[in-house]
């Protein structure tokens, strides 16, 4: 059973144990908007909730964007599939940090990810991570916003990654993009 991310911090023990698992999707049919991390990192893994860690902006900029109506805490994040929001990501095991994943993993996570959208049909589906999106779907020269190729009838974005190791981004540069894509949905 997950523990709440509200009242415990998982231990060093933990963490290590965390490596190279796997949590499960937030998904279902017919989402507005299916986000996609790179992968989960070892506070997910311990805690068994997407985007766990502290200082993680993902909740914060989901927040502000207008995505949801107040910030959710990685242990309620059962609410977003209310909101026609989930969570998936291009690698399933976890790391320490995304940089750890080879290119191979990455490129059958893109293939991987490509099923997954065709099973579960969202009208969009967010990439969080500009070159994780350009190694799993062979896209180069991709950068932040809509792409031109959907998958199917799915729309494609590609977003910042809201890790809190991205120093590019603001928490409120990262809620604007987000709420490019709301705006874009309305």
């Not at 796997?22 to 299916?34: H, K, M, S």
């Not at 893109?110 to 969080?128: F, H, Q, S």
């Not at 494609?156 to 709301?182: I, K, Q």
């Amino acid at each position: 059973m997950p523990r709440s991310a509200s009242t415990s911090r998982p231990t060093a023990a933990d963490l290590a144990a965390a490596r190279d698992v796997t949590i499960p999707d937030l998904i279902a049919p017919g989402l507005r908007v299916l986000f996609c991390g790179i992968n989960p990192g070892l506070w997910s893994g311990a805690t068994g909730y997407h985007f766990a860690r502290p200082g993680n902006r993902f909740w914060p900029a989901l927040h502000r964007s207008g995505f949801s109506p107040r910030q959710l805490r990685p242990d309620e994040q059962q609410a977003l599939l209310d909101l026609g929001l989930g969570i998936t990501n291009v690698a399933p095991r976890t790391t320490a940090k995304a940089d750890e994943l080879t290119k191979d993993e990455l490129r059958a996570g893109g293939i991987a990810l490509r099923d997954r959208v065709a099973t579960y049909r969202p009208r969009v589906l967010a990439v969080l991570g500009l070159g994780a999106y350009r190694t799993a779907f062979a896209r180069p020269r991709t950068v932040v916003g809509p792409q031109p190729d959907p998958l199917g009838d799915t729309e494609v974005w590609v977003l910042p990654n809201p890790s809190g190791l991205n120093a590019h981004y603001t928490v409120d540069a990262l809620a604007a993009e987000f709420r490019t894509l709301r705006e874009a949905l309305d």
